[in-house]
């Protein structure tokens, strides 16, 4: 079975600063999708961002930004010029890409960007 | 953007009782809709998935005759606590998926129960 991993369950930043969050996975499979989502205190859950393993290039989406290593298993978020906006709890997601819906969720890590 | 909505936001029911709680994709067609539930401070936790027309799949360890899913529409799905116990009071989140790979959640619904 899949599993995701997130080793941090609390981080905080400093306003502009730069933050990254860990995210490591386990599977045998080779076609794969991976996700990080954010869930502020509003409990509303927010794709980030995506990244499909067959694309080497790592994703990015305006701040945020991720480092695919597939060989390692490993899936970090790069949040840039953080914003307190950005304070919530971030989950990073596995999906199977044989049809499977079913996404695997990490235990998240709490994010808090401090003025 | 695709856009998923829950009601209520918020129920508080007595034990023993019965509460359903809807899960309507806005502006989109879902053929597969899930339920997942939330403890303060976890992660979210898959209950079932629901297909439009069929039976849901329930996860390992959840009870399916105590939560009864319907999907009875491309853009409805409905969770029914049946005999509501305290310790079934938790947030639940529902997600509509439409394209190959992509999930929209809804707002969540805080169930408490007395």
């Known amino acids: 079975a899949q599993t995701v991993t997130q080793s941090q369950p609390e981080m905080s930043v400093q306003e502009a600063e730069t933050v990254t969050l860990s995210c490591t996975y386990d599977t045998s499979e080779s076609n794969y999708y991976l996700f990080w989502y954010k869930q502020p205190p509003s409990r509303q859950m927010i794709l980030v961002i995506r990244?499909?393993?067959?694309?080497?290039q790592n994703a990015t989406e305006n701040r945020f930004s991720v480092n695919f290593q597939k060989a390692a298993k490993s899936f970090s978020l790069k949040i840039s010029d953080s914003q307190l906006g950005d304070t919530a709890m971030y989950f990073c997601?596995?999906?199977?890409?044989?049809?499977?819906?079913?996404?695997?969720f990490g235990k998240g890590t709490k994010l808090t960007v401090n003025p | 953007g695709a856009v998923v909505s829950q009601h209520p936001s918020r129920v508080i029911c007595k034990s023993g009782t019965s509460v359903k709680i809807e899960c309507r994709s806005l502006?989109?067609?879902?053929?597969?809709m899930f339920w997942y539930r939330q403890f303060p401070k976890q992660s979210l936790m898959l209950m079932a998935t629901?297909?439009?027309?069929?039976?849901?799949?329930?996860e390992q360890g959840v009870e399916k005759d105590k939560f009864l899913i319907n999907h009875a529409s491309l853009t409805l799905s409905t969770l029914t606590v049946t005999s509501a116990h305290p310790e079934d009071s938790s947030f639940y989140i529902c997600s509509a998926r439409t394209g190959f790979d992509e999930q929209y959640f809804g707002p969540g619904t805080r169930l408490t129960v007395t």
């Open positions: 997601a596995f999906k199977m890409g044989r049809g499977s819906e079913k996404l695997v």
């Open positions: 629901s297909n439009e027309g069929s039976k849901a799949t329930y």
């Open positions: 990244q499909e393993a067959y694309k080497q």
């Open positions: 502006d989109f067609q879902a053929t597969t």
